[in-house]
């Protein structure tokens, strides 16, 4: 697959539906799901560009999470439509930080937050630069 240049699109929103399995006995979202969740959002936010995870391992680059961050503000029900918001925060020669909000789609209400940092390593497991092709130009302010 031909890879773009650059990244351009550096917040990325989905659509995320609970499915039952993700909830305890009283219908709310267990908090082990929310990172499955975010790595959801990162993989999205990577397509969006047209670029897959597949894409960046056959050419050697690889990420493992570091940091992870969840404030869980209220909670999510089963089967209710939720907005996640992911946004690629700062990119520096060795890792790549995203910050999260999801959000109830029928009232906006935020319902958790989030940050994570990746670090950038080899197959081996070695620490290596980030591929220019990550680094997302600053926005204009």
């Known amino acids: 697959m031909q890879l773009p240049e650059r990244m351009t699109i550096q917040s990325h929103t ?3 539906v609970p499915r039952y399995a993700e909830t305890d006995k009283g219908g709310v979202i267990h908090h082990s799901v ?3 969740w ?8 990577l397509r969006a560009n ?7 391992e056959a050419e050697g680059t690889f ?7 969840i404030k869980y503000r209220r909670p999510a029900f089963y089967d209710e439509e939720l907005l996640l918001e992911t946004t690629c925060s700062n990119v520096t020669p060795g890792k790549v930080e995203h910050t ?9 209400l935020l319902l958790a937050e989030g940050s994570s940092v990746l670090a950038c390593v080899t197959a081996e497991g070695k620490v290596r ?4 092709i990550l680094c997302v130009p600053p926005t204009a302010g």
Do not use: H, K, N
């Not at 047209?50 to 960046?56: E, H, K, P, T």
């Open 38 to 45: 975010f790595e959801m959002g990162r993989t999205e936010l």
């Open 50 to 56: 047209g670029v897959a995870y597949r894409d960046l």
């Open 63 to 69: 990420f493992v999470v570091a940091e992870l961050r």
């Open 14 to 16: 989905i659509t995320v």
């Open 100 to 108: 999260y909000q999801l959000t109830r789609r029928s009232t906006g």
């Open 129 to 132: 630069r980030i591929p220019r």
């Open 34 to 36: 929310y990172p499955v």
